[in-house]
């Protein structure tokens, strides 16, 4: 799946999630996974902080879905 294919993919989401009433929408990422950071930023969702998950680390990216 290429990086188009992924950001139509989450574009529904980001829509559904924000007919459902959401009020954020957060993505939980391997840090040297670059492709799906550059997808999460392509859909308007920005770094927020790096979390530690089972002692790995993982980058979350986030937005409020009212302002997106």
């Known amino acids: 799946m290429d990086r188009l294919e992924r950001e139509d993919e989450l574009r529904p989401c980001r829509d559904y999630a924000r007919r459902l009433g959401a009020i954020r929408l ?5 840090p040297e ?19 530690t998950d089972g002692g790995q680390e993982r980058s979350v990216f986030g937005f409020d879905i009212a302002s997106a």
């Open 26 to 30: 957060v993505a939980i990422i391997h």
């Open 33 to 51: 996974n670059t492709a799906s950071r550059r997808v999460a930023e392509k859909i308007g969702m920005s770094f927020e902080l790096t979390a």
